[in-house]
């Protein structure tokens, strides 16, 4: 689904905000692909313009950029070494990776922000962004520790002001993904990427909006540990 957030001035001259999700289907055809593939699809926006078509009803236009990826095992053959007959053997190292397991997991995160004496009450929530980095991953036998975190920025509309306030947050991210065939020999590659996230307005005791409630659902990706190895190629028979 494409999230589409549109915040514009009404006829009042207050500032609101809507959003939309439109779902987004498309087809890829390469003969290299087959069913044992583990595929990874990455999604650009290039551009968004809009524009009001009348009070009611606003065009969106848009441009995306689909980035697939698949990755499969496959099988070759290294000439390693040669015996007998007088022959002498001069070898190269030849580095290869052999794919060891592919874990793509989704799971859900939210935390209660306070604003502070020095923040305005919310009145509404225009817009929410969010992204995801991480900082370690351990490999133990069998299983992946990842660990980094997930910046939120909300912006908002304070009570009985028509300035937009903004918060930036930071929530920790902690997970263990259960991953068969890995050890700590293992070299990881690791996406993450935010699904989605909405934030909402929350009362405190007195009644007034001074909490923000973030809530994400980041996706791990892509953990794609690899074995390394080395292998002699290279033979000269005199």
């Known amino acids: 689904n494409a999230l589409i957030r549109f915040i514009y001035v009404g006829e009042n001259g207050n500032i609101a905000s809507y959003e939309q999700n439109t779902p987004i289907q498309k087809y890829v055809e390469s003969s290299a692909v087959t069913p044992d593939c583990a ?3 990455r999604i650009n926006t290039d551009f968004v313009n809009c524009r009001a078509v009348n009070s009611r009803r606003v065009d969106i236009r848009a441009m995306l950029t689909f980035i697939f990826k698949a990755v499969k095992r496959r099988d070759e053959n290294l000439l390693c070494s040669a015996g007998g007959s007088g022959i002498q053997t001069m070898s ?5 990776a052999s794919l060891a397991a592919v874990c793509s997991r989704t799971f859900a995160m939210s935390e209660v922000i306070e604003l502070g004496a020095e923040k305005a009450p919310v009145a509404q929530v225009l ?28 912006f908002y509309i304070g009570e009985g002001s028509a300035a937009i306030e903004s918060i930036d947050h930071s929530m920790p991210i902690s ?10 020999t293992s070299i990881p590659s690791l996406n993450m990427n935010v699904c989605s996230c909405e934030a909402v307005a929350k009362a405190d005791s007195s009644g007034e909006m001074t909490a923000s409630s973030a809530y994400g659902a980041a996706n791990c ?5 690899v074995r390394t190895a080395n292998a002699s190629s290279r033979a000269h028979i005199t």
Do not use: H, M, W
């Not at 190269?92 to 290869?96: A, L, R, S, V, Y």
């Not at 997970?175 to 700590?184: C, R, V």
């Open 175 to 184: 997970q263990i993904i259960e991953l068969d065939g890995i050890n700590e």
């Open 221 to 225: 990706g892509r953990i794609s540990p």
């Open 92 to 96: 190269d190292p030849c580095d290869f």
């Open 39 to 41: 595929a990874d699809v």
């Open 127 to 154: 817009n929410i962004s969010a992204f995801a980095v991480s900082s370690e991953v351990k490999l133990i036998s069998n299983k992946a520790l990842v660990k980094g975190e997930c910046g939120v920025k909300i």
